[in-house]
């Protein structure tokens, strides 16, 4: 829908208008209109006027020097300058002028107690109607609250038969099979009556980001054919103290109306955030979340309203949202496996022209780690590579430098290097993959380059696994680090300097051998005691130190004996292969690009 509204008008904005229109009056018309035709004549005539007793009302303007007199039937007012005239006063009181000091500014009472207070009362009623009118339009009729307040804005997705189904989420089959159930209670929920189960009001789908939580959700209202309601929990939290809370209300009682149908809060962590007791609270959203509890516990079970919720920060949650009978069901949304993988990357490349010879499973165990819509943007880059190459569909390759993309960032077209930084990338790749190459349990290497990156990598190895990996032995966990070192070291032994160049590799190494010793209990000091907790699972997977000063320091001791180690592992395996590593740098310094056939054919010879 592309329904353009005019831009609203803040409210002030009226006032000034009534204002202004106002002051206007006041300033140019009421005088005018006051004034009545004055004429203004000499002192003689004022004189033989005065003398003919042809004479109504005077007014004598001292300040001003002026006098106003009106004729005997009151009819015109005149106007003259003062004289020095001391006998003005007799004359005029023998010729039965009636002295007054209204003349100019007293015309008409009527009309001037309209002008004064009667307009502006009347203009601004008219103002405060129409505001009204337009504010109650605006909020959706005249139930809705004065000034649209707490109005829900849920955007609707009334009974889409094209809408998305279950079909359209690959992967993820538990969590499918969790919701099929929702799908078969919506649909005939008498049968769940009958036997007086109860299905659960508020369902919890926790994951990390874009593994298809807001699709799975709109995929059980378009398989149930129900109404969806969707907000996301951001847009509960007002500037106004109060205005989420009654938003929260009016969302459930068109639920409720509407039902059965499903709510879906998307990034419910946004209202649902632990409340904790410390000053300076959020008060807004404490309350959105007071009002979300009370209407869980408020409607019966069995209405035919599901709440969905979706969170990449479960434990960031109150705990009283998560209790049975508000959100307790738990949907994991975990992050596609292999088979996962395949499967989504098909279900987005229907949308797109593909050569027939794609080998999908390649694809997708390079892409390992990637979420479901990092997929679906790599098929996308792939189209978008095709097009701009003047293709008329994707190729295998397109889509693994599509993956590149991702991963790595775009190519670097007019990144120049020295030829002394490019062999030394060369020399530092090739010694990444030689050290993975020749120690056991390591994935092979699939590609090598130099080519640098937008994303600032000056080159890098690309290690893709066979299978599905759920679990890591010790020694693979090492190996890793071992083949991370591996790239410093190749510069070390080669050039007898270091750069800056391994700076990645250093990090990943060292969180690796970290988690070894704190989280894997791989450290036989410490055996099976947790040193570190991790707090946020689905985004970045943050760690919080929970030992002693004391442990502090042991734990980076070993961290750094186990990183120690593992360097002088690779920089052994580097000094018994140094005529395959300086034939291999050369090599890849040369074709900049290497398969990892190539390096496995040179690596055999
Ligand atoms: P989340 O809510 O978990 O952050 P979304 O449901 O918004 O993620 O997914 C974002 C996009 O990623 C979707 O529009 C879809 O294109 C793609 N996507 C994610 N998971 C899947 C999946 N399992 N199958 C197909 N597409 C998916």
Same mark, same amino acid.
């Given at each position: ?230 907000? =996301? &929990?951001? /847009? ?11 938003? @929260? !209300? #009016?969302?459930?009682?068109? +639920? ?114 990637? =979420? &479901?819509? /990092? ?11 095709? @097009? !701009? #190459?003047?293709?008329?569909? +994707? ?211």
């Amino acid at each position: 829908m592309n329904e353009v509204k005019t831009p609203k008008k803040p409210l002030i904005f009226y006032y000034c208008v009534a204002l202004l229109l106002l002051l206007l009056f006041n300033f140019l018309a009421m005088p005018w209109m006051a004034q009545r035709q004055v004429k203004e004549v000499d002192y003689g005539t004022f004189m033989s006027m005065t003398l003919d007793g042809n004479i109504g009302q005077v007014e004598v303007q001292e300040t001003e020097n002026q006098i106003f007199f009106t004729d005997k039937d009151n009819t015109t007012v005149y106007k003259t300058g003062m004289m020095p005239d001391p006998d003005l006063t007799q004359r005029l009181f023998d010729s039965g002028a009636e002295f007054t000091g209204e003349i100019i500014e007293q015309t008409d009472p009527l009309l001037s107690l309209l002008l004064t207070w009667i307009l502006p009362v009347v203009i601004f009623v008219a103002l405060g109607q129409y505001m009204t009118k337009r504010l109650m339009k605006n909020a959706g009729g005249p139930n809705a609250m004065m000034f649209g307040k707490g109005k829900s804005n849920a955007r609707v997705y009334v009974k889409s038969s094209e809408g998305i189904k279950f079909s359209d989420v690959a992967g993820e089959d538990e969590a499918k099979e969790n919701l099929a159930e929702i799908v078969e209670y919506l649909h005939d929920p008498s049968k769940y009556r009958e036997i007086g189960a109860s299905m659960p009001k508020g369902i919890l789908l926790v994951g990390p980001p874009g593994t298809g939580k807001t699709m799975l959700a709109k995929a059980v209202a378009g398989e149930a054919n129900v109404p969806f309601f969707s907000m =996301s &929990g951001s /847009e509960f939290v007002e500037m106004f103290v109060g205005m989420g809370a009654s938003k @929260v !209300r #009016d969302l459930f009682s068109q +639920a409720k109306e509407k039902a059965p149908c499903i709510v879906f809060i998307d990034e419910i962590d946004a209202i649902g955030k632990k409340r904790d007791g410390q000053y300076g609270g959020n008060d807004e959203r404490e309350q959105t979340l007071n009002q979300l509890l009370t209407e869980m516990d408020g409607f019966e079970e069995n209405t035919g309203v599901i709440i969905l919720a979706a969170t990449n920060r479960p434990e960031s949650l109150d705990p009283a949202l998560t209790r049975p009978g508000r959100f307790d069901r738990r949907v994991p949304v975990e992050l596609p496996d292999l088979q996962g993988r395949i499967a989504i990357l098909k279900v987005h490349a229907k949308k797109i022209k593909v050569a027939d010879d794609v080998d999908w499973s390649k694809i997708a165990r390079m892409a390992s780690g990637a =979420s &479901g819509a /990092e997929l679906a943007n790599i098929v996308n880059e792939a189209a978008l590579r095709a @097009v !701009r #190459d003047n293709r008329r569909f +994707a190729t295998q390759a397109d889509l693994e430098e599509s993956i590149e993309v991702v991963i790595a960032g775009y190519q670097k077209k007019n990144a120049i290097m020295t030829d002394e930084e490019k062999r030394i990338v060369a020399y530092h790749e090739i010694g990444h993959a030689l050290v993975a190459a020749m120690q056991t349990h390591s994935a092979p290497v699939q590609k090598i380059t130099i080519v640098p990156r937008t994303s600032g990598a000056l080159g890098y190895t690309m290690q893709v696994d066979e299978g599905n990996h759920y679990l890591m032995s010790q020694a693979e966990l090492e190996n890793k680090i071992a083949t991370l070192t591996g790239g410093r070291s190749a510069e070390e032994l080669v050039f007898h300097s270091v750069s800056t160049g391994a700076s990645n590799d250093i990090e990943q190494a060292t969180k690796l051998a970290r988690s070894m010793i704190t989280r894997y209990g791989m450290s036989k000091d410490f055996d099976m005691v947790a040193m570190e907790t991790v707090t946020n699972q689905y985004l970045g997977g943050d760690t919080s130190l929970a030992c002693s000063a004391e442990t502090q320091a042991e734990i980076d001791r070993q961290v750094v004996a186990l990183v120690k180690q593992q360097h002088a592992k690779a920089m052994k395996i580097l000094e018994e292969n140094r005529a395959k590593l300086d034939q291999l740098a050369q090599y890849l310094y040369e074709k900049e690009t290497i398969t990892g056939e190539e390096f496995m054919d040179i690596l055999q010879k």
